[in-house]
């Protein structure tokens, strides 16, 4: 079986605080975000919801993006959202 790796974007309850992730377990990454497992960023600002993600066969190519995501202003961010998940629905629940 192929490993699989995923950058993520979640956000606060009113969609203030965009937050960019990569992993290659993203069911258990989120779940440890929503649960405040890790004294992160995502438990300070109370960011729980899954708005976006996408799936990578390597590594290096997932940390890029992510890289790229993250040096990307908060509007970048808020269009790459939109284009995916205009509703901003909570992915977590469909994973």
Known sequence: MEKQYYIYIMTNKR?????A?????LKKRVYEHREKLIKSFTKKYNVRKLVYFEVFRDIKSAISREKKIKGGSRAKKIEIISRMNPTWKDLYEDL
């Open 15 to 19: 969609n203030t605080v965009p937050y």
């Open 21 to 25: 992730g990569v992993t290659n377990d």
